[in-house]
């Protein structure tokens, strides 16, 4: 598998002076994706079969199979999407509320004015239930099988590198770093994310994303960052 | 079920004035447990049937069924068993080597000696990779059956409730606390312990459990506390 085509197809989405053959192509591959989603998230990734999601998507089998090789290759493609549209909503957030609060020569924001903007970033993100209990089964397969594993490894370490970037240049703006490493502490941030969609599953906590990590995330970035 | 009278138990073990039906008892369950651990490590807990937990134990079915209804509340007293072993082995590891370095009246200790004390006390857990692995398939099993999810649910917390009183305590000797809310920094640092598991599984990273701990707990808990 080819992850620089799958990401260059996803990311850069349908151009105009793509051919009509292959605009037709992306539409037909987003509508497998889209339809896969679905099916992963209500029958689970395993039980999901490739007929099912084919026929979800309006296509046959034989059209499923001319896009992706397998079940495991569409969930990378999804993995790409996913990454692509989140990556973009976190930079949408910085500069839309960060921005605006930080010049060139902006002195450092205080305490009240990081957890706003941060609440305001955490407000455009998609909420992310249904993506996070497909993914960590998705995790669970793989953890199982080694020849998914090491490409699961790949399109996570690379999501987790992109959005550390983004992170530290947001904090670099706002005149704070982070104390311990900045990956890991991104990562921390991120399963503390995840274990409270887990804990909300459970519990049958209606909030949305939003607001349940309205009162988590901004602590403990702050908690894990000094001022410059 | 009555999670009082499993946790009983397995916390007492057994005692020497417990009827030698009662004995008897205690040991079936615990070869039952044993066996049902790994079982589901290997076949993974959803594959895993009765029947084959029973066998491999060396019990038929009806044995099964006399000292648990389901699959599901065997693993509820896996879930107690390995709460009851791990507190202990961090309260151990407290009592043998923070306890020394601090008396009742004794100054804050500097952050190597947090460092070498955090690593020294993680080397008395238990490798859990396997169980790290088993509890993410039963969660993910919970999050797709309210039927389970608020056992589950339960049993997470107690572990989380109980795992920060020894933390916070031990803190309070070394005359630290937490900068954030306590329980939320518990769960934090536990995360990171479950994701590094899920990174070394996929990476085939050979390190231990406490090689690759050792790199990462001592300074998240150094960035998440401060001297009293």
Redesign the interface.
């Known amino acids: 598998m080819d992850s620089t085509t799958l990401s260059d197809g996803v990311a850069s989405g349908v151009a105009e002076d793509i051919p009509a053959e292959s605009a037709r192509r992306q539409r037909t591959r987003a509508r497998l994706l889209d339809a896969a989603f679905d099916v992963f998230a209500e029958q ?1 990734v395993r039980a999901a079969s490739v007929e099912t999601i084919a026929e979800a998507a309006g296509f046959t089998r034989g059209a499923f199979y001319s896009n992706f090789s397998s079940k495991e290759e569409l969930f990378f493609a999804l993995m790409e999407r996913e990454k692509t549209m989140r990556l973009e909503q976190l930079n949408t957030g910085v500069a839309q509320f960060l921005a605006p609060l930080v010049g060139p020569d902006g002195a450092g924001l205080d305490d009240d004015d990081v957890l706003q903007t941060i609440t305001h970033i955490l407000e455009l993100q998609s909420d992310d239930r249904r993506w996070w ?1 497909v993914q ?2 998705f ?2 397969m ?3 099988d ?1 020849t998914i ?2 490409d ?2 790949r399109y ?1 370490d690379e999501f987790f590198s992109d959005l550390t970037e983004i992170v530290v240049a947001a904090l670099d703006s706002a005149r704070r770093r982070f ?3 900045p990956e ?1 502490a991104v ?2 941030i991120a ?2 994310c ?2 409270g969609e ?2 909300a ?4 906590d209606e909030r949305t994303f939003t607001e349940r990590l309205s009162e ?1 995330v901004p ?2 970035l702050l ?2 960052t000094e001022r410059v």
């Open positions: 689970g209990l960590a089964e995790q669970l793989a953890l199982r080694h594993a090491a699961y490894l996570h104390t311990i490493d890991e990562r921390v399963e503390l995840a274990s887990a804990r599953v459970l519990a049958g988590s602590a403990i908690a894990l």
